[in-house]
């Protein structure tokens, strides 16, 4: 099980962090995918834009080859067990745990002005995200490895207080669990304006390119470099084949490659990737209907086994249903 949260256009780092790594598992598992606009809702966003997210995001997924009859896929607040469980497990988390996770505090910077509790107890519904299907592996970022952990500690807790419900989740690591931006400093995000789009154009990616960060080394064509400190050098890792980054590797240590031209080679890579992905999303958005029939269908399925799970938990818990 795992989620993406519908906070602007999907981009290179989500393809690579999560998405590829989704595509290959629904092969091996029985996956559920799930656009976390519950989640979202801790930025408070515009309510019109974060519609037409959850819509964008679930296109990007679908796009990029997750297919609804291996996976299901849903939006978050389709399920309604996802509050349910996360009240259940907010009582019976304590305080000294959510205070350890240091991804509120960097949260709290990034938005001074809306320091909500969902920010402090965002992790809770992250572990009843992933309980809810009873899920044994969980793909997550690297930012992400210590809400995991607390997931664990927390159903471990209520395996012990209520008897032995839940799995223990284990961590699936993605080939590339943290992508830097274009910025060469921090993770790739669009709150940092520092992305590469999934669904832009040839066009649009190189222009961004051009202005991206490189070995700080190379000021001149004719400055010998060193790719592996170089971000685009690394990018050229997950997209352009073996032998021709050996060559784009030997040409920019011996400056008879320059950064302009290494960049174009990306781009020309980049798109190789992203333009079939841009062609099954024109297609998704030219037919919404048949998105809405995917969503619908996968929010059933994910409904159905959500409800399988709060029985029992309910059962556990001691609330009993109405007579």
Known sequence: MSGVQPTGNLHIGNYLGALVN???????YEAFFCVVDLHALTQRPDPAALQRAVREVAIGVLASGVDPDKSTVFVQSHVPQHSELGWILTCLTPLGDLNRMTQF????????????????TYPILQTADIALYRAERVPVGEDQEQHLELARETLRRFNFVYGETFPDPQTVKSQAPRVIGLDGQAKMSKSKGNELGLFETDEETLAKLRAAKTDPARLRKSDKGTPEV????????????????????????SAQLGCVDCKKMLAAHLEAVKAPIRERATALREHPARLDEILAAGA???????????????????LRPAP
């Open 22 to 28: 989704w595509v290959e598992l629904q092969k091996h």
């Open 300 to 318: 059933s399925k994910a409904r159905a086994a959500a409800e399988s799970t709060m029985q029992l938990v309910r059962e556990r818990v001691g």
């Open 105 to 120: 505090k960097d949260k709290s910077v990034q938005q001074p002005e809306n320091i909500n509790a969902g920010l402090f």
């Open 230 to 253: 170089c971000n685009i050098f690394s990018y050229h890792g997950f997209f352009t084949p073996a032998a021709q980054r050996e060559e784009i590797a030997a040409g920019c240590r």
